[in-house]
């Protein structure tokens, strides 16, 4: 199951599950899942689990989804860019839409077998790794964003001891996110990206909590 499949990450993905897996593949991206609506994510979830029949669940769930640049605002480089309107929206994309996320699709986890959760974050968002400032909403909110899954990591190892839930940095990517933004850094295409975040999630271990680690395949401190 990819969600933000329109993006570039989230085709990427698609693409290569369609290829490397003999399972089935089932994307959803807006106008049909909408981050600020619940109701719009409640109906996918419930398309995804009539979709599921007799499955157990669903052994791999990416969220692909995410934004820098909201109603045309980058980021902001200073505190006196700061607007309150600003922030709420990345909030509410970036944190409060992947918690929903969370809320309606990780039921759909089976309970007793090996399950993946990946969730496109940004390196970005570790307050720890944080040494060049700026970007204040998107560092923010994606921080949010980690705190949240690890807070459902932790609820859902009751139930599902052998999910793995994963924050996921996926490079610098040529997508159209990143584009304005990407310059001197080297990027990876979508597909390269794809393929490192697949394997990564593959060769994961449960923990009984969240984890965040990049395309490489490296932890990176919360
Ligand atoms: N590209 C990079 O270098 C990079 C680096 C670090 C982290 N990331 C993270 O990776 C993820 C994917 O990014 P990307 O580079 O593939 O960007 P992208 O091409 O812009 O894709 C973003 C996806 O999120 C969807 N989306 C955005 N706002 C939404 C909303 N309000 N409701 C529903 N869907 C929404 C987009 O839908 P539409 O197609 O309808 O816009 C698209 O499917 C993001 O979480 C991003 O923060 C990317």
């Given at each position: 199951?990819?969600?933000?499949?329109?993006?570039?990450?989230?085709?990427?993905?698609?693409?290569?599950?369609?290829?490397?897996?003999?399972?089935?593949?089932?994307?959803?991206?807006?106008?049909?899942?909408?981050?600020?609506?619940?109701?719009?994510?409640?109906?996918?979830?419930?398309?995804?689990?009539?979709?599921?029949?007799?499955?157990?669940?669903?052994?791999?769930?990416?969220?692909?989804?995410?934004?820098?640049?909201?109603?045309?605002?980058?980021?902001?480089?200073?505190?006196?860019?700061?607007?309150?309107?600003?922030?709420?929206?990345?909030?509410?994309?970036?944190?409060?839409?992947?918690?929903?996320?969370?809320?309606?699709?990780?039921?759909?986890?089976?309970?007793?077998?090996?399950?993946?959760?990946?969730?496109?974050?940004?390196?970005?968002?570790?307050?720890?790794?944080?040494?060049?400032?700026?970007?204040?909403?998107?560092?923010?909110?994606?921080?949010?964003?980690?705190?949240?899954?690890?807070?459902?990591?932790?609820?859902?190892?009751?139930?599902?001891?052998?999910?793995?839930?994963?924050?996921?940095?996926?490079?610098?990517?040529?997508?159209?996110?990143?584009?304005?933004?990407?310059?001197?850094?080297?990027?990876?295409?979508?597909?390269?990206?794809?393929?490192?975040?697949?394997?990564?999630?593959?060769?994961?271990e449960p923990t009984g909590r969240a984890q965040f680690r990049d395309?490489?395949?490296?932890?990176?401190?919360?």
């Amino acid at each position: 199951m990819v969600l933000g499949a329109t993006g570039g990450i989230g085709a990427a993905l698609v693409r290569e599950l369609e290829q490397q897996s003999s399972g089935r593949v089932l994307g959803f991206a807006r106008p049909q899942l909408q981050l600020e609506d619940e109701a719009s994510i409640v109906a996918c979830a419930a398309q995804a689990k009539d979709w599921l029949g007799s499955a157990p669940g669903l052994d791999l769930l990416l969220d692909a989804t995410g934004a820098l640049t909201i109603d045309g605002r980058g980021p902001e480089k200073r505190l006196d860019a700061l607007d309150p309107t600003a922030l709420a929206r990345s909030f509410q994309v970036n944190a409060i839409g992947r918690a929903l996320v969370l809320k309606h699709f990780l039921p759909l986890l089976p309970r007793n077998q090996r399950s993946l959760v990946g969730v496109l974050s940004a390196r970005v968002g570790s307050i720890e790794d944080n040494h060049s400032g700026g970007w204040y909403g998107y560092r923010a909110s994606k921080a949010a964003g980690n705190q949240l899954l690890q807070s459902a990591a932790i609820e859902m190892a009751r139930t599902r001891p052998q999910a793995v839930l994963m924050a996921l940095q996926p490079g610098t990517v040529a997508t159209r996110l990143s584009a304005a933004f990407s310059a001197g850094h080297e990027t990876l295409t979508p597909e390269e990206s794809a393929r490192r975040l697949l394997a990564v999630l593959d060769a994961a271990e449960p923990t009984g909590r969240a984890q965040f680690r990049d395309h490489t395949n490296t932890s990176i401190p919360w």
